[in-house]
């Protein structure tokens, strides 16, 4: 079975309406850079809410949130911390070893086959989540909407499990296409469901949902 992420949720009532619609888990991202940022307070509501609503809350951020340590250690309702920035293998294991309860799930942009070498050296990571390069001058790694070619990832194994998440340009029309070229058993959507940044669309998320899981 598929599992769905919907991340850049903004609001408590796109949180209640993304898990009614069937999410797995969701999404709150920690870098000011992006229009789907969400304050210290802000995030620990969300995350809580959704932690009641049954849905597994991520934090996508990067090791510069001079608050995230915080973060982490007061809100235990947290299922995972998606780290979508520059980090080294080293500033990674240094991470899990403050954190142990908390699953690190890399996040890594690929444009082609030997990109995904580099995910073999960040041995502490818990799991890896595949998006596309951001484009040049870039503020930040990730939130683009961009695709790739999603056949590289296909039968692909990373530190003997299989555990990765597939994002970067997907949308209700072509998420079932790119969990058969891919093989993803987890798919990640942000800007492909919005009706303007930071705001999810009902209709969008639901068609998201539905066709995942039916790929699935």
Same mark, same amino acid.
Do not use: Y
């Given at each position: ?35 789907? %940022? ?45 780290? %979508? ?13 403050? %954190? ?43 939130? %683009? ?72």
């Amino acid at each position: 079975m598929i599992s769905v992420k919907i991340c850049g949720l903004t609001s408590e009532s796109d949180v209640e309406m993304a898990i009614q619609a069937g999410a797995d888990m969701v999404g709150f991202v920690l870098v000011e850079a992006s229009p789907r %940022h969400v304050p210290f307070e802000k995030a620990q509501a969300l995350i809580r809410r959704a932690a009641e609503l049954g849905a597994e809350p991520w934090v996508v951020t990067t090791l510069a949130v001079p608050w995230l340590d915080q973060l982490i250690e007061e809100t235990p309702e947290i299922g995972a911390v998606q780290l %979508h920035g520059k980090e080294s293998p080293g500033q990674v294991a240094s991470f899990v070893k403050r %954190h142990p309860l908390v699953p690190v799930v890399k996040a890594m942009g690929i444009e082609r086959p030997r990109d995904l070498d580099e995910a073999a050296q960040f041995e502490a990571a818990d799991a890896f989540l595949f998006d596309a390069k951001p484009p040049r001058g870039a503020d930040r790694e990730g939130g %683009h909407g961009r695709s790739f070619d999603w056949t590289i990832l296909n039968g692909f194994r990373v530190n003997d499990h299989e555990d990765w998440t597939l994002s970067g340009g997907l949308t209700p029309e072509n998420v079932a296409e790119a969990i058969r070229k891919s093989g993803a058993g987890a798919v990640d959507v942000s800007s492909g469901v919005e009706s303007s940044p930071g705001v999810k669309d009902k209709a969008k998320v639901e068609a998201f949902i539905k066709a995942a899981k039916a790929a699935g």
